[in-house]
């Protein structure tokens, strides 16, 4: 049973930067898929960002190519999501999932879920 914990949310001014952190236990992540979503106050969960099993296939919503960088640590059995250039459309809870299978992953139906880290971004 994986568990993932994320770190790393705050306030900051438009422009700043946030490293989220998603922190694995229970397993060893290697073998996973991983993601992070967000969901802004009366919008949908949105796919922001995955990243293969090995981290060497990533993928990035439109709206943060560019400005997101994601990357896996197996090692670390840690998941990170570097956030620059951040403007107030970022505003949201942002959550780590994995799963095995990438299509649920990609479909938004992962196995795990985080509990999410809050990211607010003020112009």
């Known amino acids: 049973q994986l568990q993932l914990v994320e770190s790393g949310g705050g306030s900051v001014q438009a422009g700043g930067s946030l490293k989220l952190s998603c922190a694995a236990s229970g397993a060893t992540v290697s073998p996973y898929y991983m993601g992070w979503f967000r969901q802004a106050p009366g919008k949908e969960r949105e796919r922001v960002s995955v990243?293969?099993?090995?981290?060497?296939?990533?993928y990035y919503a439109d709206s943060v190519k560019g400005r997101f960088a994601i990357s896996k640590d197996n090692a670390e059995n840690t998941l990170y999501l570097q956030m620059n250039s951040l403007t107030p459309e970022d505003t949201a809870m942002y959550y780590c999932?994995?799963?095995?299978?990438?299509?649920?992953?990609?479909?938004?139906?992962?196995?795990?879920w985080g509990q999410g880290t809050h990211v607010t971004v003020s112009s």
């Open positions: 990243i293969s099993s090995g981290g060497g296939i990533t």
């Open positions: 999932a994995a799963d095995r299978d990438y299509d649920r992953l990609w479909r938004g139906v992962p196995s795990y």
